[in-house]
């Protein structure tokens, strides 16, 4: 029976095929990788994984596709995990692996959950070689994003800070089954062997704080946590707008949150 898609999951299938070949040479499998693909849906990129690896585990929340993956792919070296990817234990995942590898992480994201899911994976960033992920196009400007733009936000500092990341290619609307309103991109995610040093909470809390007012100066944004002086001594200018502050400046700014607070 045909699975009729389902919009709360974000369900927009991948049909064209040049475009899942693209994707997998971007991957790149190898046979002994240790990998995770997030939604597989239908199996378009499911199939072509399986192809290369000896094993692939899976994380879907619809159980029809659950039942549909199952039957397709009975078979192949397919290990289902029918839950929720923003509650899943990816860490898991490396316990029970005999020889304790490091996973490689893809999707095709669901792009109503996408910033939660990719805020959930930095958790077991230490754990991640590399995660290739599908998103809305405007959302991977947002992580790459330098500073001074508009698109450089708390995306942008929150995922720089432990990740290198690259846009690597746009996919338009009509390469899915329904097609989605907007641009898709392709974007490569290499976690930071040793991000800068500081309080996780600390920094969430000062990006948050800078840019939920963007159009006002820094020391105005950051009014009940820094004094203007401190924003001098620790070389930041304070009459500067928030998209203008360095990943690095952040950091400086979270460290002494951490000691002064
Ligand atoms: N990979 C398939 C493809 O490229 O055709 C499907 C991609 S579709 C954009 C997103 C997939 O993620 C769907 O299969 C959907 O059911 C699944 N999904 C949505 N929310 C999820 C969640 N919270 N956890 C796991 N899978 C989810």
Redesign the pocket.
């Known amino acids: 029976m045909k699975h009729i898609p ?1 919009k709360r ?6 049909t064209d095929q040049l475009v899942i070949s693209s994707i997998i040479n971007t991957i790149a499998p190898q046979e002994d990788d240790h990998m995770v ?6 199996g ?3 199939a072509l994984l399986l192809q290369a690896l000896k094993a692939l585990h899976v ?4 159980r029809d ?1 659950v039942v549909l993956l199952e039957k397709k792919f009975k078979s192949a070296n397919l290990i289902m995990h029918a ?4 509650q ?1 234990d990816f860490g898991s995942l490396i316990n029970v692996s005999q020889t304790d590898r490091k996973l490689r992480v893809v ?5 109503n ?1 996408s910033t939660p899911l990719l805020f959930h994976l930095a958790d077991f960033s230490a754990q991640i070689i590399d995660q290739h992920f ?1 998103l809305q196009k405007e959302v991977v400007e947002r992580m790459v994003a330098e500073p001074g733009g508009k698109e450089y936000g708390r995306l942008s500092v929150m995922l720089q800070w432990r990740y290198t990341m690259d846009c690597l290619f746009i996919v338009p609307p009509t390469a899915f089954d329904p097609p989605p309103k907007v641009e898709s991109a392709i974007v490569r995610m290499l976690p930071i062997t040793k991000p800068l040093e500081c309080d996780q909470q600390k920094l969430e809390l000062v990006v948050m704080k800078a840019f939920s007012q963007r159009r006002k100066v820094l020391r105005n944004c950051l009014s009940g946590l820094f004094t203007e002086n401190q924003l001098i001594d620790l070389g930041i200018d304070p009459t500067v707008r928030p998209e203008t502050v360095s990943v690095e400046q952040f950091v400086r700014l979270a460290r002494e949150l951490a000691e002064h607070a």
């Open positions: 389902r999951f974000g369900q927009n299938f991948l693909e997030i939604g597989p849906g239908q378009a990129m499911t994380v879907e929340i619809d596709l839950a929720d990817a923003l899943f999707g095709n994201l669901p792009y959950i599908m």
